[in-house]
Structure formats: structure tokens, C-alpha cells
């Protein structure tokens, strides 16, 4: 390769590297990457085609020259056929005095603006196509030169060390930020839930001194409002631990996906405490119905209640799991209307585990289902779904 021709242009090359790594934030360095490509050889338009997984198409598509309005006249952007596809197929410089000539071109969509001259260079990352440089209509001359070529693979390979770098980055912010994740948790676990528990005692230890039942009520309704405070605590302590990994198989991962899930048809999130080792306790059997059943119980409400709110819990207590489902809608259906088949449904898995299930009208209204079955099934589950 002949060297880069003169002072000037080393200086715009100089230029060019210093502007895309004076940025760590990736979306902004690319955006920066294309400025630079476009700048150094005078081009009117640019663009940066960043690759899909598997390499075989673009999943971004950034570029220069285009205002917003020729981008709507325009349409979808993109997805790398044609002279596009030539440089994910074969990634080397490209460089061609007119795009219409190629046999490869596919030509333009409707309301696109002209091309003719074109330089396409892909930004290689440890020996893979991360994406390409594509470059077109030359302001100052007809055709982009050799020095130009030079110019701009020169800038992919220092782009594709800035674009390295801006990943570490990240990956380093996502680590720092799951150790403090960590330590939050801990600090949690150990300090605030044991000063709760220990204030709870505290204060059910006056019960015995306080005279007047007013007292007594305002002491005993405390104390259930620290136990709930407690659950509220340690269902973010699972949710901070559970970003340590995006591979979690437990009951409680997939609850909390399921409770996500509904929001789409509920129009809001359930609120979703846990007690007890949920995940350690629970066989496998016992869960597939849990979950099951939960499902069942979060579409009938969608379907029934007229809910503005849900509170799904899950505890362990004495062998057993115990699912609960509350809502503040229009309450159970009376005795003699007629049934569907999702509270059959849910009766049966818990028939199956040796449980049972109540729906009852919650005390300040809507329903409360409670799903009660032993954590060990002594048979394999059968339910419905």
C-alpha cells in the first residue's frame, strides 16, 4: 500500500482518531465514526452498517447527509443487499466510480437521493466483521482515490480499537454495577432485616405491658406491617441477586417472568412478594403446577375482576408452599354462577400434591385465592393447562 499522501491528510486522519475516541459511550462513538469517515474524504453522504449476530445483515444502520424528511421519503433502512451485502459477503475495501455500473447494485428505492461515486471499508474487531463504512458521492472530486481508500481503512482499524475499548467499558460498568448490587443486598440481608426483626420483637415484648386494647392494636398492627416490610425486603434482595445471572431456572424467576407477562393484559404489574426458601423447598413437580396455577389465577382476573391492582405472594411455611393471589376488583362470583375451567383447573393440581384452594372476598374487598399444596410431591403432576 503507497504511503498516505501528505501532511494534511495525516493531520484529518490524526483529527478523525482523536474525535473517535474522546467518547466511551458506543452508540455516540459510532455516531462519531461516520462524522469522522464523511469528513476525512469529503464525502456528501456516509453510513455505518453494524452487523447482525450472525454476520449475515445489518441490525444498524447510521448515517450522514440525510436529513429526517429524506429519511421518512426513504422507508425501512437497509438490511445489507446488493453492494451492501457484496462487503458483508466479502469483507474488503470496495471502490467504485459509479454504484449503478456494479452488477451486484440493486439499485435505489423510491425517493432516494442520487449516488454515483462509492467507498465501502469494513471495521474488522479481533478478526470479525463488527460492521462496514460505506461512503458516497465525493464533494470535491468524481470518484474517491486510492489515498482516500488508504485514509479511510486507516480510520476503521483505529475506529475498530475504539469500538473495543467503548465494550470493555461497558462491561466493566455492568460488573461494577453488579457488585454493588451485591453489597446492597447484603447490607440488606445482614443490617436492615435483622434491625426489623429485632424491632418486631421489641415491640411484641410490650404487648404484655400495654393496658389499653387501642394500644394493643396499634402494637400488633406495627408488627404486621414490619413483617410485610420484611417479605417487600427480601423480594428485592432475589432481584438483586438474580441480575448476578441471565440464566435462572428457579420458581422465582419464572413467577416474576409470568407476572411481567401479565402486565401486557393487565395494564399494570403485580406486585409480587416471597417468604420462605421458595426455590430450595419446592420440587420441581410442585412448581410446574405452582406456576401453572398462578397463570390460571392472573388471566381469570385480566378476564373477570376489573382490578386496578394484584398482590401475588409465594411462602414456605411447615412443609407446605402457599400461593396467594389478591385483587381489589368485583369479588368472587356468586355460588350458582356458572364455572369455567379455570378454578376447576387450579383445584385439580392442588388435589394432585395432596392440597387445596379457597377463593374468598378479600376484607376491603375483591378476591383472595389462596393455593396451599405440600412442597415435596409424593406423584408426578398431571394438571391441565
Known amino acids: 500500500m ?15 482518531v482523536m474525535s473517535i475516541g474522546a467518547d466511551l459511550d458506543l452508540p455516540a462513538m459510532l455516531r462519531r465514526i461516520v462524522e469522522a469517515a464523511a469528513d476525512l474524504v469529503d464525502a456528501k453522504y456516509a453510513a455505518l452498517g453494524v452487523l447482525n449476530e450472525a454476520g449475515t445483515g445489518l441490525a444498524q444502520f447510521l448515517t450522514v447527509g440525510l436529513d429526517d424528511e429524506t429519511h421518512r421519503a426513504i422507508g425501512d433502512l437497509p438490511e445489507g443487499h446488493g453492494i451492501l451485502g457484496l462487503l458483508i459477503v466479502d469483507p474488503k475495501p470496495i471502490r467504485l466510480p459509479d454504484l449503478h455500473e456494479h ?17 465501502g471499508v469494513p471495521i474488522v474487531l479481533r478478526d470479525q466483521v463488527y460492521g462496514n463504512l460505506y461512503l ?23 475506529a475498530a480499537v475504539a469500538i473495543d ?19 446492597i443486598a447484603r447490607d440488606l440481608h445482614d443490617t436492615v432485616i435483622q434491625r426489623l426483626f429485632a424491632t418486631g420483637l421489641s415491640l411484641q415484648g410490650t404487648l404484655r405491658l400495654a393496658q389499653s386494647p387501642e394500644v394493643v392494636q396499634r402494637i400488633e398492627s406495627a408488627v404486621e406491617d414490619l413483617d410485610v416490610t420484611v417479605r417487600h425486603i427480601r423480594t428485592a434482595i432475589f432481584g ?12 422465582r424467576s419464572h413467577l416474576l417472568a409470568i407476572t411481567r407477562e401479565a402486565a401486557r393484559t393487565l395494564g399494570y404489574e ?12 419446592v420440587s420441581d413437580q410442585v412448581g410446574d403446577d405452582l406456576l401453572a396455577t398462578l397463570r390460571e389465577a392472573l388471566s381469570n382476573v385480566a378476564r373477570h375482576a376489573r382490578a386496578s391492582s394484584v398482590e401475588v405472594e409465594v411462602r414456605v411455611e411447615a412443609g407446605e408452599v402457599v400461593l396467594r393471589v ?21 383445584e385439580r393440581r392442588a388435589a394432585l400434591h395432596g392440597g387445596g384452594i379457597t377463593l374468598r372476598p378479600g376484607a376491603a374487598g375483591g378476591s383472595v385465592l389462596e393455593w396451599r399444596v405440600p412442597c415435596r ?6 394438571a391441565t393447562t
Open 377 to 382: 410431591a409424593a406423584t408426578p403432576s398431571a
Open 2 to 16: 503507497p504511503d498516505l499522501a501528505g501532511p494534511r491528510s495525516l493531520r484529518h486522519l490524526l483529527d478523525a
Open 136 to 158: 458516497t458521492e465525493k464533494t470535491t472530486a468524481e470518484v474517491f482515490s486510492d489515498v482516500d481508500e488508504q485514509l479511510v481503512v486507516a480510520l476503521a482499524s483505529a
Open 165 to 183: 475499548n467503548a465494550r470493555l467499558h461497558a462491561r466493566v460498568q455492568e460488573l461494577n454495577l453488579l457488585e454493588d448490587r451485591e453489597r
Open 326 to 346: 389478591a385483587d381489589d376488583g368485583v369479588g368472587p362470583p356468586p355460588s350458582d354462577a356458572a364455572r369455567g375451567n379455570g378454578l376447576p383447573n387450579m
Open 270 to 281: 403485580p406486585e409480587v412478594l416471597f417468604a420462605g426458601p421458595v426455590d430450595a423447598e
Open 240 to 251: 438483586l441477586e438474580a441480575s448476578r445471572s441471565t440464566v435462572d431456572e428457579g420458581v
Open 103 to 119: 452488477p451486484d447494485s440493486f439499485g435505489f428505492p423510491p425517493n432516494h437521493p442520487p449516488m454515483s461515486s462509492f467507498l
